[in-house]
């Protein structure tokens, strides 16, 4: 019998049913067409179809165009949010290169609530570093308010580089970073940013479940208790995601804490 159906675990009941039985909060995922490929579920009602076929409890996303498309706004991607408050929550999307919209959005957040739960940095795309002014007004919305900002990150970033990660994260200590793509791979840069700033940096696993070793690296050097789940759906596919993490060389308890148990601390249940 191999690790994966050993009895009882949640292992073999995702590998036989499919459904892992436990609630799953997918903390980083997109929704809305994009120009360079085609997705098959990227509208609201598919997307949720395929949330609800993969058991997910909730997902926080934030909407491609209101990302990439000044006309399209955050507001918009509310009124979306709001139709579906058992399932969807969103990030407000905050481009830098449009400061008075992000000063607008900070202004609506609280009318927004709970449907937005937090921003979403997208600082690759961008093209402006996280200590961009641009962002100032988000951020000090988020330290004062607690709240979640998810960011895009990948090893050897130049937008997001770790040394400036930390000097916002330190600079915002009560604003709480979520770091899409955990730094991918660059395992010396994760270990440095969570031993200086340990309490308001969470990696978010996007793109990894499925990747020999790397989920369990990555409980190595920070502990599942910093660990969050996430696939960029539609980019990535919630059985995928969620397959690559119960099937990981971890214990249940650190899959419990990644899947939704750290957001739930974080958060609260009725988030
Ligand atoms: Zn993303």
């Not at 919305?141 to 607690?146: P, Y």
Request: hydrophobic share 40%.
């Amino acid at each position: 019998m191999s690790i994966w159906t050993a009895k009882g675990t949640l292992a073999e009941a995702y590998w036989n049913t499919g459904r892992a039985n436990i609630p799953v909060y997918d903390m980083h995922g997109h929704m809305g067409a994009h120009g360079q490929i085609y997705f098959k579920r990227s509208d609201t009602g598919a997307m949720i179809a395929h949330l609800k076929k993969a058991g997910i409890t909730k997902l926080a996303f934030s909407h491609h165009h209101s990302l990439w498309t000044p006309d399209f706004s955050n507001r918009e991607v509310f009124e979306i949010t709001r139709r579906h408050p058992d399932i969807l929550r969103m990030y407000v999307g905050v481009n830098p290169n449009h400061p008075d919209r992000v000063i607008e959005d900070v202004k609506s957040f609280d009318r927004w609530t709970p449907a937005a739960i937090g921003f979403k940095f997208l600082s690759a795309y961008h093209q402006k570093k996280i200590t961009d002014k641009g962002y100032e007004p988000a951020l000090k919305f988020a330290d004062e308010r607690k709240l979640p900002i998810l960011l895009h990150t990948w090893g050897g970033d130049r937008f997001v580089p770790i040394d400036l990660m930390i000097e916002t994260a330190q600079k915002y200590p009560n604003a709480i970073f979520f770091m899409g793509h955990s730094f991918r791979a660059d395992w010396d840069g994760v270990a440095r940013l969570h031993r200086a700033c340990p309490d308001n940096v969470y990696f978010e696993l996007t793109s990894i479940p499925g990747t020999s070793g790397m989920v369990e690296k990555l409980v190595e050097l920070v502990g599942s208790e910093r660990l969050l789940y996430g696939t960029d759906l539609p980019w990535f596919d919630e059985f995928q995601g969620i397959g690559g993490i119960v099937s990981a060389r971890i214990s249940e308890n650190d899959m419990h804490n990644i899947l939704y148990r750290n957001i739930d601390n974080l958060l609260g249940k009725d988030w």
